[in-house]
Each structure stands twice: as C-alpha cells, then as structure tokens.
C-alpha cells in the first residue's frame, strides 16, 4: 500500500513540473513489461511506472488492463489489448487502440489481476486524470472522486492541491480531500475541518455525504455535521424557489408570446379571436415543414432552420389571419357572440386541415445545436432552449413596443384603440387599420408557434393548449396595453410554477384562474387599463 501511495504522489508531482511526458518508445518498452510479469506485485511494479509517465495515452492500456482485456502475445512477448471474436482474438495497439491484425486464443494470454490491483490501477487512473493538462479533466477527476471518496487518494490529492493552478479546480480537489477525509482514519480535528468545506459547498452531493457521516458517527461531530445539513437544506430551499422563478419566467415567456397578438387584436378591434391558437399551430407545422426540407436537401443549414422559419411563419399565419379578417370578421363588427362562433368554426376547420396534411400524430422538430443541452448558475439548471425563448419573447415585445409607439402605424393603432370614431372622423382608415392589425397579431402567434415548436409536441392540437391562458393574460394584464400584457404573463407564469408543487398542475391552473376571477371583480379592466377607450356598442 505504502509504495503504492507513493508512486502516485511521485507521479502527481512529475506530471505537475516535468514540462513533457515521456516518448512513445518509452511508453511501449515500460507497456511491455506486462509480458513478463511472475506475480500481482510485479503487475503492480508495472502500473506504478506507467502512472509515474504522467502520460495520458496509457490510460488505454491500464483501464484494459483493469476490464481484464490486456493480452500478452506468447511468441514475442508483445502486449495488445484483446477483443474476443469466437475462437480468435483481436489484437489493438495499446497507445492508438487501432487494430493491428488477429491470434488465435491459444496464441495469447490474459493479464490477470486480483482486487487489490484494481484499486491500484483505479486510483492511478484518478491521479493520471489529476495530472491531465486539460483544467476540465481535473475539474472531472475531483468531482468523481468527490462522489467516491476514498482515503488511499489523499496523498494523491495533496500533491494535485499543492501543483494546482486554478482556482476552482484547486477548490474542487480540496472538497474530493475533505470527502475522503471523512471516511478515514484521521483525526477529529481533520474531519471538523472536512464538515465545513463539505458544508460550504452546499449541493446535493454535499448533502447526501454528510448525511451518510452523521449517522455513521457521535458526539459533536455528529452536531457539527447536523449542523451544516441544516445549511445546505436552506440553501437548496432559496436555490429551488430561484429555480420555481426561472421556470415561472420560462413559461410567462411562453404566455407572452402566444398572448401579445391577441392582446393587440383584442384591444383595436375588440374581437375574441378563438382561432388565434391555431396561428400558433400554423407556425410550429411552418417550422416542421421547414427543417423536412431542410434535412433532406439542405442539412448543412439546420442550424438556420429556425431563422428560416420565423420570417415564413409569419408569412403565413399573418396571410391566413389576413384572410380570416378579410373574408368573415369584417361582416360581424358589433357582434361579439357572432364572431366567437365564426372564429371557433375556424379554428376546427384549421385544425381538420392540418389533420389531413399532415396526419393526426405528433410531428418532431428538432433544436438546433445552439438550442441543445444547458448551463448551471449554482444549483439552479436552466436549459439553452428556454434561455433563447426568454430572449426571443423579449425581442418580439420590445420590436413591437417601439411599432406601436414610434411608427405612423402604431399611432393609428393606439388612436383606433382609443377612439374609433374620432379616429375615423381624423381620416385614419380603419378597415385597413383592423386588417392590418388582425395580420400582425396572426403573424406574431406564428412566429410564437416556431417557439413553442422547440418545448412542446407539434400536433393539430397545439393551439388549444394556450388560448385559455392567453385569454387570462390579456384579461389580467388590460386589454391592449402591452405592458399590461408582459406583466400578466410573467405574474401567471410565476404563480402557476408556485401552486403547482403544491396543488398539482390542473388543480393549480383552476386556483390561478379563480384568483383572476377574484381580482377582475375589483378591477374589471386589469392591471394597466387604457385610459380614454371608448366603449362601443
């Protein structure tokens, strides 16, 4: 064991300062000496040497050696790493892992190994990786040996602190030292010192070990450790509930674009739209159709799919609300129970059309790489895709911000909202100004439909899913104030990410929605309520 522990540290601080690892010939002529091997201490003489290299390509060789897969060939001694294949063996180059030709098994011979070599060749695996001149490697090697936490590495683990020139790879290896620590055979004093680093790292991993150390010790170490399992749960706590705002933020993101369309349509023209979630369906089957063609004449650009489709989902539920506008709304003015139920034959006529395109089953759309995958803030997880959909939202709200505050256009909007017959008596068209408006709100669910393509299954159904809840946002929020209409959307997200734990998620959506119902009774025209709209019959 001693000489073990020592010609890892020897290793460890070879690899720190010898500014080059050994040569390939070296490397080969210390592999072969596997060949030659009487008994498990001179297999171990051999492990010990080819760690001491420092050198990342035996890594090959020693984890082969330790799955039982490293061979000696009996005729000229060479050493490969074997692949049965029936009664032959393929032999592989110890260093490249390439293959090198075939021998019979009887050509052959295993490398054998027992328990206590594997432990030896596993921890000169760690302190190979401790070693590596890669800084995430490292970072990887302390989080495994964290997780593991063994005493025969803290020599190992000393010497990788002491050579260490990064920061939070040093804290990292330091929290692996102080996990081994505890289940060893150190004094008190130490594994005090071991509770507090391991309690001031404060994740689950933490949590779990000193949970293990406090029922499996006494006395003070046992309160000290109860102690600091204490402040890991309040961090996590304050931890989960930043995480319940991120998915709140995440989902009122969601809310907000499916909403701001109709908050815009509802608020000029005063028409409940109840094809409006079909726009947000008309643009995730856009962005299905998009990546088809793209995949299959394309590929190369599938990272611009979503570019792609953004332009042309707006093309085309802005085009069809256009239509819908054109052809059925403008003759049910004034009558609002009309036009819900034209709307509403709408949107299944829509839906039945979508059914015989493109069948009734989900459809997959893929997230480009830069969608992909995720990033930790402390122990809060947030995932790319969620990340640009926040971004994006926010884009559409402040592009449209400034059309209806800074464009000729949006002060027509904003005077139609107001008033629609002073407006009209002002010489602002607004037949053009309804047709135009329905377009954008459309063409602003179909840019959100792309959106949603990338966190929710694409499917005839797509739109049904919102439109309740985009109805809640522009009520809470006031009727075509956008302002109203983001605040609404986050609020509703948040709340809804807060009951759901508690109230399971349709449970908790009725509760939000008897909450607004409650809070419509004392302000009837939501939180941000436009000033000077006339009420028209």
Do not use: C
């Not at 060789?61 to 060939?73: E, I, M, P, V």
């Not at 499916?258 to 008309?282: S, Y």
Request: net charge positive; hydrophobic share 55%; no cysteine.
């Amino acid at each position: 064991m001693i000489l073990r522990l020592l010609g890892l540290v020897a290793f460890v601080l070879a690899s720190a300062f010898v500014p080059a690892n050994a040569g390939e010939a070296e490397l080969r002529t210390a592999i072969s000496k596997f060949a030659g091997v009487r008994n498990f201490q001179a297999t171990e003489a051999v492990v010990l040497e080819l760690a001491a290299t420092g050198d990342a390509k035996v890594e090959r060789s020693l984890a082969s050696l330790a799955d039982g897969a490293l061979y000696f060939r009996k005729a000229d001694g060479g050493v490969f790493i074997g692949k049965e294949k029936g009664a032959a063996v393929e032999l592989l180059d110890p260093l490249t892992g390439e293959t090198v030709g075939e021998a019979g098994k009887a050509e052959v011979a295993k490398i054998k190994i027992n328990n206590a070599l594997r432990r030896t060749i596993r921890d000169a695996l760690g302190a190979l990786t401790l070693g590596s001149a890669d800084p995430a490697r490292r970072l990887a090697a302390a989080a495994t040996m964290f997780r593991s936490p063994d005493p025969a590495a803290i020599p190992s683990l000393d010497a990788a602190i002491a050579a260490e020139q990064v920061a939070s790879v040093r804290t990292a290896l330091e929290q692996a030292r102080a996990a081994a620590v505890l289940v060893s055979t150190l004094p008190d004093a130490d594994k005090f010192a071991a509770v507090a680093r391991i309690g001031a790292r404060g994740d689950r991993d933490a949590l779990s070990l000193l949970t293990a150390f406090e029922a499996a010790t006494e006395g003070s170490l046992r309160e000290t450790a109860a102690s600091a399992i204490r402040g890991i749960e309040s961090r996590l706590a304050l931890w989960a509930a930043l995480q319940n705002v991120w998915y709140g933020i995440a989902l009122g993101s969601v809310l907000l674009l499916a909403a701001i369309g109709l908050a815009i349509t509802f608020g000029v023209m005063g028409v409940i739209n109840m094809a409006h979630g079909e726009m947000v369906m008309l643009g995730a089957y856009t962005t299905f159709v998009v990546q088809n063609v793209i995949r299959t004449s394309f590929p190369g650009l599938f990272d611009w799919s979503l570019a792609i489709a953004l332009p042309l989902a707006f093309l085309v539920a802005g085009g069809v609300g256009l239509a819908i506008e054109r052809g059925i709304i403008r003759f049910l003015y004034g009558r609002p129970l009309e036009t819900l139920l034209a709307t509403w034959g709408v949107s299944l006529i829509l839906q039945q059309a979508v059914r015989s395109l493109f069948g009734p089953t989900n459809r997959e759309v893929g997230n480009p790489s830069w969608m992909s995958g995720g990033f930790d803030i402390g122990q809060m997880s947030i995932t790319w895709n969620r990340f640009w959909i926040v971004i994006f939202a926010l884009a559409v709200f402040a592009v449209l911000l400034y059309l209806m505050k800074r464009t000729r256009w949006g002060l027509q909007m904003r005077a139609v909202t107001a008033n629609r017959r002073m407006a009209a008596s002002m010489g602002i068209r607004t037949p053009l100004i309804d047709a135009l408006t329905f377009a954008l709100g459309s063409g602003i669910a179909g840019i959100a439909g792309v959106a949603l393509s990338q966190i929710d299954n694409v499917s005839p159904n797509l739109g049904q899913g919102y439109i309740i809840d985009s109805f809640m946002v522009v009520v809470f929020g006031g009727v075509g104030n956008l302002w109203g209409t983001l605040v609404g959307a986050m609020s509703l997200g948040i709340l809804n990410k807060f009951l759901e734990p508690f109230a399971g998620a349709v449970l908790g959506k009725i509760l939000v929605l008897v909450l607004i119902i409650l809070f419509i009774q004392k302000r009837p025209r939501g939180l941000f309520a436009l000033k000077g709209r006339a009420v028209e019959a």
